[in-house]
């Protein structure tokens, strides 16, 4: 889904009325598995949204994707994931 006004929000430096307007429209969802924020800016979302569905953003699964192939390559000895 789109949130109107959002990015416009986001450029201007107003990062609580971003996250507002993202929280407001994942609240609205109501026939979804899952919700996935696609952009990073849109992580602090996820803070205190309870959607009845798993919310998902980008910065969190991408990086532990990104590290676990790194995790089994020995030249990066000390390198754990969760």
Avoid: C
């Amino acid at each position: 889904m789109l949130v109107p006004g959002a990015w416009e929000r986001f450029e201007a430096g107003d990062g609580d009325g971003y996250r507002t307007a993202v929280v407001s429209v994942a609240r609205e969802i109501r026939d979804a598995d899952v919700i996935v924020l696609a952009q990073a800016s849109m992580a602090p979302a996820t803070d205190g949204l309870d959607a009845g569905v798993p919310v998902l953003s980008s910065p969190r699964p991408g990086l532990r994707a990104a590290a676990q192939p790194a995790a089994s390559d020995s030249s990066f000895s000390g390198l754990r994931t969760m």
